[in-house]
């Protein structure tokens, strides 16, 4: 599917067996609020669902955002339909577990790290070169953001985890707040 100016939406399907893994790595509780930025069809949601978090599904393109519903209904998922860099959070404590478009990288971490976010844990699957940088503290507002929360690699996610493959290798950034 084409977005706006005919360019290709960028999405990149993780295999369900690394999505278990990787929720698997993020240590889910039962009854956590989890946002799953950019859900797709629900490859991380399922995962979520199972380990019985409540999960709020965050998609933009209306077709997956439809299929994440009919998927999905009957159990503790909230489908919303937006845009990763505009998102609204949640009032409450909560922890994100995502596989975002890499365009909304920036967008998403300087939200979910700005001053009044609940954050309490975040493990997402990006660029590998953006997850060294943020992990670094080479990124946007890291002398603001690092004072209230601790940035590191988690997994590497190889090309063929997905589908179709992106053009790089992945790794889960994980931020955890410190207090």
Known sequence: MPASGGRP??????APSWAERLVA?????????????GAGTGAL??????AGARVIAVELHPARAA????????????????????????????RVVANPPFATTTALL????APGSR???????LQDAAARRWAAGRAP?????????????GRRIPRR???????????????TRRC
């Open 67 to 94: 299929a994440l519903r009919e998927r999905f209904a009957g159990e503790d998922v909230v489908v919303v339909r937006a845009d990763a860099a505009d998102l609204r959070l949640p009032r409450r404590p909560f």
């Open 141 to 153: 507002g890291a002398g603001r953001w690092a004072r209230d929360h601790a940035v590191g690699l």
């Open 25 to 37: 790595d993020a240590d889910v509780r039962p009854g956590e609020l989890v946002v799953d930025v």
């Open 9 to 14: 939406w960028g999405w990149h399907r993780l």
């Open 161 to 175: 985890a997905f589908s179709p493959p992106p053009r790089v290798d992945c790794r889960v950034l994980v931020v």
């Open 119 to 125: 954050l309490v844990r975040a493990d997402l699957v």
């Open 110 to 113: 300087r939200r979910l790290l």
């Open 45 to 50: 949601t399922a995962p979520l669902v199972a």
